[in-house]
């Protein structure tokens, strides 16, 4: 029943865990003896509230979150984070200061300035089409908080090391890294995650914010924008998606019980990202778009020598069994998205099919 799953490299919504859906799939009609699905039951159930509480616990071990740091989700994407996380954390009269590098910071500089937020841009990418991670920049002295976004889905590119906040707290959208290896929470203020990416289906951010954010939030906003009312209701103000937070609880166990925790998973990922570009960079036929210091390990971009190549590319690798390979509508080219989720069986398949695609049209 599972032989006809392809190599799924979408870049989001995104392959999940065949262990995950298959438990998903066990427990859909009864779910541990409560008689009814996850779909169906009171996000107020003792059910739910195990649910809830399991996949944030998971999350704070995974990262070695301190008791500084609260776990929450909250619907309308990474995209509602972007004007969320200005209102609530851009302070009055300071400064918010933001790194360039690509569409998704673009608009999260842009929902900061339709606030009418300070904002300064210390760096940008896009003189050289994004396709790298900027090194120098200062952050403003009274910066409230230095805004990035750690992996450029898009463009393939990713903060190998994070930037220095300079003494302004850290703020990151890690929507395509997240949970992928380990790092350190302490420099950070806020990380925030589209769950479509990396731990989950679409439907929640995963928002961890630390305990001094809280003071920062102004007292006029509705409550439903205010990161405090979150943390108060442990992100059940009104119904959460249950479903989605079940989910990515299943993953979280996954990446800690059946990987091992990020450590081993930053392993792997790291394997396979090493074998796909080692076979981009051996030849010619396949160009990688990113500088190779900024490349990321998370979304594998590359051009072929002209766009009906590309087009016959992504077409017969579907016919292969390897679906989502074409780039993002806006950039073109090709896309590897190469998750969690996505095994070293799937890149050693993908590299097959690119050998044999280069002899018969190379
Ligand atoms: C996909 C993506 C987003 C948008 O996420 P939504 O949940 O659709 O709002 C934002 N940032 C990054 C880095 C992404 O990859």
């Not at 210390?122 to 900027?134: K, M, N």
Request: proline share 4%.
């Amino acid at each position: 029943m599972t032989s006809n799953r392809i190599h799924n490299f979408n870049a989001g919504p995104a392959a999940l865990p065949l262990p995950v859906l298959e438990q998903i799939q066990s427990e859909l009609l009864d779910y541990q003896g409560s008689g009814m699905s996850v779909l169906e039951m009171s996000h107020r159930s003792k059910w739910f509230d195990q649910i809830i509480n399991d996949a944030v616990a998971r999350a704070r071990r995974l990262l070695n979150l301190g008791d500084d740091f609260y776990v929450l989700f909250i619907q309308g994407g990474a995209s509602m984070q972007f004007f969320m996380l200005a209102m609530n954390l851009g302070l009055e009269g300071k400064p918010v200061n933001y790194i360039n590098t690509g569409t998704w910071s673009t608009k999260a500089i842009k929902q900061a300035e339709i606030l009418g937020k300070d904002v300064r841009v210390l760096a940008s990418s896009e003189d050289r089409d994004f396709s790298y991670i900027p090194k120098d920049f200062a952050v403003d002295k009274d910066a409230a908080y230095l805004h990035f976004t750690s992996n450029n889905t898009i463009k393939g590119t990713q903060w190998a090391r994070f930037p220095e906040g300079q003494g302004a707290p850290l703020i990151s959208d890690m929507s395509s890294d997240i949970m992928s290896r380990p790092m350190d929470v302490s420099p950070f203020g806020l990380i925030y995650a589209g769950a479509q990416k990396n731990i989950g289906p679409a439907g929640v951010a995963l928002a961890i914010i630390r305990e001094d954010m809280l003071a920062r939030v102004p007292k006029n906003l509705p409550d439903m924008l205010k990161y405090t009312t979150y943390v108060e209701k442990n992100s059940l103000y009104n119904t959460p998606s249950c479903f989605v937070i079940y989910t990515v609880g299943l993953v979280l166990k996954w990446v800690e019980e059946t990987i091992g925790g990020l450590a081993e998973m930053g392993r792997i990922n790291r394997e396979k990202a090493d074998m796909l570009y080692g076979f981009i960079d051996a030849g010619d036929f396949y160009r990688g778009t990113a500088d190779i210091d900024s490349r990321s390990l998370m979304n594998v971009t590359f051009r072929l020598p002209d766009e009906d190549l590309e087009k016959a590319f992504v077409e017969e690798a579907l016919k292969e069994g390897l679906g989502g390979l074409k780039g993002h509508r806006s950039v073109g080219g090709c896309r590897a998205s190469i998750y969690n989720a996505t095994g070293l069986d799937a890149i050693q398949d993908l590299v097959s099919f690119m050998k044999a695609f280069e002899k018969t049209k190379g």
